[in-house]
């Protein structure tokens, strides 16, 4: 563990240059300056991914990577929001954030890490957090699974990284290969929660693991973060799989299955009508398309465009939604006569045939501002350019 005085200085010194201290580091002998720029980098970033824990000062921060690789308090209160009973064991403890929330649902929590360093933080913290009820384990989860008693909950976040340091997505490629303990860990539990890259292919999922009961995909603030498959004993069909496509922090929550979505009936327009709509970062990885005009009585703009318009506004809509302004193509003309008097726009490309960036130094606009300038293909093969405002 960290001594004290480093500690101490680290909580000290906060709001100071972590580059001028690291160029201080002969005065202060006894005090590990790199440590300290660890603690400080770190207590700053949990400021906005785990603000209830940077608000305790008792706290010990692990490296920047285990930061980045850590849940957010969003994500993890998500997660929790989705366990509860009387056992929960964290097979891949990590930092310990996924656990330490969804053990407030549970009387008897079990948390398993290997990587000794982690491991002693990690229970350090969880002592400073008040969580008591936690046994904590130095061990490899999968040692520890055969001789496990039989758990209300299973979570793993199985390591998204080979040997070499390279990012996996492929449940078969992280370690553990949860495709190798399917059988065994609902020998174990009654409920399995696997948390995988939000890039992690939801068909390529449904094929490698007989036992998904329903998938959870999480986006926060605009970003896909976190894909969660649980499994339980009784097996579904891929396609009567329900999945949940949540919006954090605001928890806006679709759902559908994939026969539903097969045989939902979608009308495409190459007419952009009063209000525009785009999907949320969650429905759009979870690849909902024509079920989403169905349900919410919407024409879509192109087969491959997930960009979706009607004449009144609908305001339950999982995803932002704007006011058109006006609508141009793409010719020269008609771009000076959409720029009349705007300088300024968010700039973006859906299903056209020009990067964002690249874009908007045609139009010569400067980012930010009321103003969003979206491109894009209609139905009937032309480009256009979406003048609009947020509904």
């Given amino acids: 563990m960290i001594d004290e005085k480093t500690l101490l200085f680290a909580r000290e010194h906060r709001q100071d240059d972590v580059h001028k201290l690291l160029l201080l580091a002969s005065r202060y002998l006894d005090v590990d300056m790199s440590e300290v720029a660890t603690q400080i980098e770190s207590w700053r970033t949990a400021q906005t991914k785990i603000p209830s824990w940077a608000a305790n000062d008792s706290i010990v921060w692990p490296s920047r990577l285990a930061m980045e690789q850590c849940s957010s308090e969003d994500t993890s209160l998500y997660k929790a929001s989705l366990t509860e009973g009387d056992s929960l064991t964290d097979l891949t403890g990590g930092l310990g954030v996924d656990c330490a929330f969804m053990s407030q649902r549970f009387k008897q929590v079990l948390y398993v890490e290997k990587n000794e360093p982690l491991y002693a933080?990690?229970?350090?913290?969880?002592?400073?957090?008040?969580?008591?009820?936690?046994?904590t384990l130095c061990a490899d989860g999968t040692d520890v699974l055969p001789s496990l008693p039989k758990q209300d909950w299973i979570y793993l976040d199985p390591a998204r990284r080979s040997h070499t340091g390279q990012k996996v997505i492929r449940l078969s490629d992280c370690e553990p290969d949860v495709t190798l303990l399917e059988t065994l860990l609902l020998e174990h539990a009654r409920n399995v929660m696997i948390k995988c890259s939000p890039m992690l292919d939801i068909h390529q999922a449904c094929g490698q693991l007989r036992s998904i009961q329903s998938i959870h995909v999480v986006s926060l603030r605009g970003e896909c973060k976190e894909l969660l498959l649980i499994l339980e004993k009784e097996p579904k069909k891929a396609d009567e799989i329900e999945v949940f496509c949540t919006n954090l922090p605001d928890g806006e929550t679709f759902s559908f299955t994939r026969k539903e979505e097969k045989e939902a009936l979608c009308e495409y327009t190459p007419d952009?009508?009063?209000?525009?709509?785009?999907?949320?970062?969650?429905?759009?990885?979870?690849?909902?398309?024509?079920?989403?005009?169905?349900r919410y009585n919407l024409k879509k703009l192109h087969p491959n465009t997930q960009l979706y318009t009607s004449?009144?506004?609908?305001?339950?809509?999982?995803?932002?939604?704007?006011?058109?302004?006006?609508v141009e193509g793409f010719s020269k003309n008609a771009r000076k006569s959409l720029l009349e008097g705007i300088s300024q726009a968010n700039v973006s490309t859906r299903n056209f045939p020009m990067s964002s960036d690249s874009l908007r130094k045609r139009l010569r606009l400067t980012d930010g501002g009321d103003n969003y300038m979206i491109a894009t293909t209609l139905s009937d093969g032309r480009h256009a350019l979406i003048l609009c405002k947020k509904a």
């Avoid at 990690?122 to 046994?135: K, P, T, V």
């Fill in 121 to 135: 933080i990690s229970s350090a913290n969880f002592r400073h957090l008040g969580l008591s009820h936690i046994q």
């Fill in 272 to 294: 952009v009508e009063a209000y525009l709509y785009e999907p949320n970062a969650a429905v759009l990885k979870a690849g909902c398309f024509k079920l989403l005009a169905q």
């Fill in 311 to 326: 004449g009144n506004f609908i305001s339950s809509f999982p995803g932002r939604a704007f006011r058109v302004e006006k």
